[in-house]
């Protein structure tokens, strides 16, 4: 059984107020139980609350009462309250007659939390124990019984409507909005309106401090009404002050003037829609949220968010560079004051992941969400739909296929017109298309069909958002047919840098740096280990347009100083972002430029194996040089060391090209194309801590660059040999076992990895000549390890 006591005040006017001593009302929680009981009975299957017979909604601007409202939580106590995700285990309340100055009786409820653990501060504060909570109530119960006990005290004032009037924001907007939701609990319609005390008290008194720095002391002692907190049980003493200011506040007269008139409001749902690149956008208003699901959608976000309102169409989920969701999304609230009560939800739970919160700007926002093209907004333009993003599709299907595909159990809002089709700038298909839907069950119906198959192919559907509409469509009309880079920056002293392969981890790499970070940026962050940067050993990695990656390589004078800096750097902040520090090898390096991957879990080749991923062969145009060979991309010698026979091939191909075509090309020759794949990567010049400028390069230098005879970049260091075919659980010492007699070490064997980050049952082998490489092709390839028959191949 739970407790509800009651504090019994006689009808007074103005300021008076009438005391009663604290009794327990065992009787009513008992038939409010009984109440709560036979409603669940016949509801069996809902979370939702029972809204009392007569409220007052968003949209009423005058009501007759207020419910004064007081609550606190197992946790953070005044200025923090909600900010540590902990429960709601106290509310208490009294309803207040606006135009007859009277009360009803004020009431004390204990909320029985899920977790009955109190921190120090709630349990010096409060006065409550774990014991005492034990026996109350759940949150959903406590609610019911709250209507019932409102409903009666209106009813004995003979009014009808009420609203909320708490003490700030926090109480509605941090605790009984999130908490609800977690727990699936619908709130009834009061708790989306309610009056701010301090705001209210502030308009009526314009020479008092400023809102945020207003209490209920500080508005009790500036009314000079006196607070004894040694006298009254916590939470008691708070709500007489508040209703002795309310009534402070009021008029002589029997007409509430314009006071409580403009309640506060909360969005009931969260309202998708476009947003242009020429809409001012305040960066006061907007967070980035790190950490998300990759599977969450724009719905998700604004649940995590609930209690708070967000902009129409603010939530928008940000892509990595192959379009996927990389866990992040910009958030733009309606007002800075919704931002920083945002701000305060940083490291609150999304089922178990916890989600990092961070000041954002409207720049990049517009950046994520931001659209220019006409069909995008007239597509976008159809409010509160459903939005289906498609990916996989033929490239021959037409809107009459996809119809098709989803069937008349999902049908599309407007029909053809509900279809948005991804292309290329020159028209080409995509693959992807973007899908409407009047509301979400036809939505549910649509995801129903997640890898079924249209033609030949699978299909994959995902929830979307305007956001992610614009971004995706963005993406795909800025990328030109033949990637081109900037006009080429070279050192104002050039130097003579080589780059050392091998399998030496003399290197680190940085991933995740801010899109604005700078080399200075990079010396900064490595702190006191710039004096072991190997001169001219700062690599920062470009896209294909010529932007920076969030990559950077960079080499150190030796492994261990490559290891100190991995520890002492990972995860180090860099502009209110965390940089991953990996050490890896001038090897390991190479194969990430030319499109594997590299991560803690190991390295993953490039898909070599894949000719769709190589360049499309389209003509250059011959009149412009692209960038010189060294600040561009590797030649031939600076990838994987050629058999004799590719880099007879390779010479002969690079001849053939060079008769041909008299200036640089993009691509090395055919050759070197095997390991670069559609995303590769592109090193910028190397820099050194003391090269502080750089010049950009003129027409005449790129020809001369283009046209000189360039030493090989990087020295060959025997000869790579891929191993296929691996058992899973095969390790290092497998692997040595299987070529002994070959005089190889550890350091010469290279585990590779999937994209997923498992063993993938390959490995790359570093023999140190090519005579050795080619026998241990010749005596071991067939051979077995464990129940295994592994397969060699010389590369």
Known sequence: MGFIYSLRASPCVGSGYVEAALNPRNGTCAQMTDIGRERKKNHPHTNQLFPPPVVMTASSLHSDCLVVLFGATAGAYRAKLGSDERELILLVWQVVDLHSKKVGTLHKCLVKADNLELSDQCREVTGLTSEGLSKAEPLDRVLQQFSQLVSSDL????????????????????????????????????????????????????????????????????????????????????????????????????????????????????????????????????????????????QDIARFFKGLNIAKGGVALCLNAQGRRNGEALVRFVNSEQRDLALERHKHHMGSRYIEVYKATGEEFLKIAGGTSHEVAQFLSKENQVIIRMRGLPFTATPEDVLGFLGPECPVTGGKEGLLFVKYPDGRPTGDAFVLFACEDYAQNALKKHKEILGKRYIELFRSTAAEVQQVLNRYMSTPLIPTLPTPIIPVMPPPYTIAAGSVRDCVRLRGL?????????????????????????????????????????????SDRAFLVAQKCHKKMMKDRYVEVFQCSGEEMNFVLMGGTLNRSGLSPPPCKLPCLSPPTYAFQTAAAVIPTEAAIYQSQALLPQSRTQQASAAAAAAAVAAATPTVTYYPAQAAQLYMNYTAYYPSPPVSPTTVGYITAPQAAVAAAASATHTPMLPQPGALVRMQGLPYNAGMKEILSFFQGYQLHADAILLLYNFSGQLSGEALVTFPSLDSAKKAVAERSGCLLGSHCVELCLI
């Open 155 to 298: 009813k004995a004032l003979g009014r009808n409507t009420y609203t909320f009037c708490t003490d700030g924001q926090l109480l509605i907007r941090q605790v009984l909005h999130p908490e609800a939701s977690k727990k699936n609990l619908l709130l009834s319609d009061c708790f989306y309106s309610f009056f701010d005390l301090r705001k209210e008290f502030h308009d009526c008194y314009s020479n008092v401090a400023p809102v945020k720095d207003q209490t209920i002391q500080s508005m009790a002692e500036y009314i000079g009404f006196r607070i004894d907190e040694t006298e009254e049980d916590f939470g008691v003493w708070q709500v007489k002050a508040m209703v002795a200011v309310i009534f402070n506040m009021l008029p002589d007269t029997c007409v509430a003037d314009d006071r409580f008139t403009v309640p506060e409001t909360v969005k009931y749902k969260y309202e998708t829609g476009p947003c242009s690149k020429s809409e001012a956008v305040d960066s006061e208003t907007v967070i980035r949220a790190r950490g998300l699901p990759w599977q969450s959608s724009d």
């Open 514 to 558: 801010p899109y604005t970070a700078g080399i200075d940026d990079i010396l900064e962050f490595m702190g006191d280990a710039t004096v072991d940067i190997k001169p001219h050993g700062v690599h920062m990695v470009l896209n294909q347009q010529g932007r920076p990656s969030g990559d950077a390589f960079i080499q150190m004078k030796s």
